[in-house]
């Protein structure tokens, strides 16, 4: 693939300080809130295999396969509207991906609501959270017996980015 950014991030971001704490090689990533497929080429310059991207912006999608096709990228586009946690649940079983990020502001509320059996058949979240959400999803990756790696406040509680793993130690007890 090469290290070259092809796609630049749409707001100048840092995604390494954002999204950088994951380790992407090798790993199918479902990528809520994809843009036009700024974050997608972040993690396939960091050596994911594929990168299911979702956006609920037409345009977004529309430009992200213009995108994937001229660079020739392993990336699948969908456009949906993620706050019905029913999505969380058929994305993550269809596709399999080792890691959810997602930034959408506020559809992470959505993914309060996904049942924890459907939670925890992916083994790390990287997840953008929005005030009180903050909370709740801490709450409910606990329960979930994830172990929380990282917690980025890099706009305070307005948006604070959250790294959640999989507690393996526990997987022979349940």
Known sequence: MGNE??????????YEFQWGKVGYTGKVVLDIGCDFGSTADFFLRKGAFLVVCV?????YI????????KFFL???????DMSDSSLWSKLIN???????KSDCEGCERALGKVPEEEIRKVPEYIIECHGDCIDILKEKFSKCNYILVDENPWAGRSATIIYWTKDVSLKNSR
């Open 5 to 14: 950014v092809r796609i630049p991030p749409i707001y100048g971001e840092d």
């Open 55 to 59: 956006d609920n912006n037409k345009e």
């Open 74 to 80: 392993p990336i699948i586009g969908l456009c949906l």
């Open 62 to 69: 529309d430009k992200l396969y213009e995108l994937r096709n």
């Open 94 to 100: 269809l596709y399999q991906p080792i890691v959810v």
